[in-house]
């Protein structure tokens, strides 16, 4: 049995589901030769720190009782400190995404690579600024750098086209990666609406947030683009390069017009071999496998071997976006040579 | 560099496909440190072998030539031949499914497992067949069998949902694995035609068989559902154990009623946890993942973790069923830990 000692950096709806997931999948594990040991976990107000592994379930209850995961005794620690002070082995990091500055993420994910920790995020921000910077420093301390949940939540993306697509070349990637943007275009259609009419329906719903600017001008999609081109292209990209707009200025009109000749309107994003990269609303025929509704997530990968490949899933929750977690961790140990070698 | 010897046993449109794919990938694989030397290439007439890697080009060149890869001095030689006599690691087994006794596939397969050499296939009928038997001897020789393109060609679903899915509890798996089907059912509703007329078309443009039954009566679909049963829920069924309706009695009228009501009729394949498996024609609402139209195959995954995964892609085709080879190649040599260790 391997004892992999974990951090969650993090422990707000995403945090929770890792815990949840870890609970729930002990068994699942354990038959794969792994245990999951938390020796901490980290909120805004502070942390709690087991060596011996802390009670994920203490931790839910803790946190819904009293909105900090927090014990008494390490209020105030950050998980700067834990990454620093605690020793452990994979840092699985879900604080909250800041595209500006990369916020605290950028800081915990450098330094858990420095020290010689695996990272596992969902954190967009660090991905979108210095994504070479921190995939270099995880290859210089030999460590893994996953972040299937940052695109698309638990629709499988970044692994499907770096190990399954493996001998594919990738000619580009297009897709839905908002799902706000989509479940507003759908509904403005079904409901024969307008944008704000449908807009304030979402928001009622928690499906858009009261700013809704950073998903419906495309600001979120543009910085799944991103996190694509870098990771999959092996671009150097950020958020400036790419030409974006948003769906604020599509009508009902529109829509029910591409209806008309089979088509639908969806906010595509899309990465170009060539390098252009792109967010906009875009006519999809309506059977094409782009062409999902509601708030799921799409992508279209064209390829020289399998031509075009489409995977859809839902790109937000709780244990949706933990199950993209999941299943880098599982990636990191169940190929580790060394590890399957010695134990 | 790891030198891979191989066989590519049939020389159809698949073995073709594949013999292409390694010569278009060669500088790719180097790249991953493999060198796939195919030792020795078989179809029905004869054999052509060269223990230091054949001239693929060359094979090619031959076979469109003089409708055979044999060269005269392995006349007659066969597959189960080449896998007892000739030294090598890995069989490409890609000659003909034949679903009632396995035919020469099922013998090539266990010869190639019995003297420890991976397998990995794109022929659907010793799968259906004798699965598990497959599955242990080859675990008893310590080798692979690997099987993605068995089902839904160039559509990655079996290495998605043992890899990529991992750590999900997987409830069912439903899809189109058969694209005459969607085919003809895509046609009849466009052209407002019957089954009949639409059937002719397809077999007219080469994508339905002179005799359509193995595609339309819905046997091509159970097979692929007991390979995904017995695959990935570890079942032990054969095609007898498939609850199976085809398409020959879905009526246009049927397709316009459904549409009125925003749906489409597919011909579902699915696997249930609790082991039942069905094929027949279903109602899919227009917009969801399987709702896709024209030869495209899909496949949506209902998880614990993830909700529901669908992915979409070419269920057919030369280079798109080599594809999910060289996808297979891949994962044994990439997470080959003592390949890897020694080289």
């Known amino acids: 049995m391997k004892v992999v000692k ?37 909120d805004s107000k502070g942390a709690v720190v087991d060596e011996n592994g802390v009670d994920l379930d ?58 010689k920790k695996h990272v596992v995020t969902s954190n967009k921000g660090p991905l979108t600024i210095q994504f070479k910077e921190l995939q270099d420093l995880a290859k210089r301390n030999n460590v893994e750098f996953k972040y299937e949940a940052t695109v698309g939540g638990a629709m499988p993306i970044i692994n499907l086209m770096t190990d ?17 943007c989509n479940y507003i275009l759908t509904r403005m259609y079904e409901e024969k609406s307008g944008y704000s009419e449908i807009l304030t329906e979402a928001v009622d719903l928690g499906i858009a947030e009261t700013d809704p600017s950073y998903d419906v001008e495309g600001i979120d999609t ?15 990209k950020t958020i400036q390069d790419v030409e974006r707009t948003g769906i604020t200025h599509v009508t009902y009109e529109a829509l ?3 209806a008309r000749s089979g088509k639908t309107i969806k906010l595509i994003g899309e990465v170009r071999k060539d390098g252009r990269l792109s967010v906009a609303p875009r006519l999809v025929p309506i059977g094409h496998p782009l062409s999902v509704s509601g708030t799921l997530n799409v992508a279209a990968i064209q390829t020289d071997l399998a031509g075009e490949i489409t995977v859809t899933g839902k790109g937000a929750g ?22 399957k070698n010695v134990n």
Do not use: W
């Not at 870890?22 to 792994?34: P, R």
């Not at 819904?64 to 834990?82: C, F, I, Q, R």
């Not at 933990?322 to 580790?336: G, H, M, Q, T, V």
């Open 6 to 42: 974990a951090s969650i950096i993090g422990f707000g709806s995403i945090g929770q589901g890792v815990a949840k997931s870890l609970l729930m999948k002990k068994d699942y594990l354990k038959m794969e030769g792994i245990e999951i040991a938390v020796v901490a976990v980290t």
């Open 58 to 115: 203490a931790c839910l209850k803790r946190k819904a009782e009293t909105g900090t995961v927090a014990g008494k005794s390490h209020l105030g620690m950050t998980g700067l400190d834990v990454i620093q002070k605690i020793p452990h082995d994979l840092v699985i990091e879900v604080t909250p995404t800041d595209i500006v500055t990369g916020g605290a993420g950028l800081l915990n994910m450098k330094a858990a690579l420095q020290s």
């Open 318 to 339: 709780s244990l949706e976006t933990a199950s993209s977690i999941l299943s880098d961790i599982l990636s990191i140990y169940r190929n580790d040579c060394v590890s």
């Open 256 to 258: 029910e017009m591409s």
């Open 222 to 236: 543009a910085c799944k683009v991103v996190i694509l081109a870098n990771s999959v292209f092996g671009m150097n």
């Open 164 to 180: 399954i697509m493996a001998g594919n070349d990738i000619k580009s990637v297009k897709g839905i990666f908002n799902g706000t």
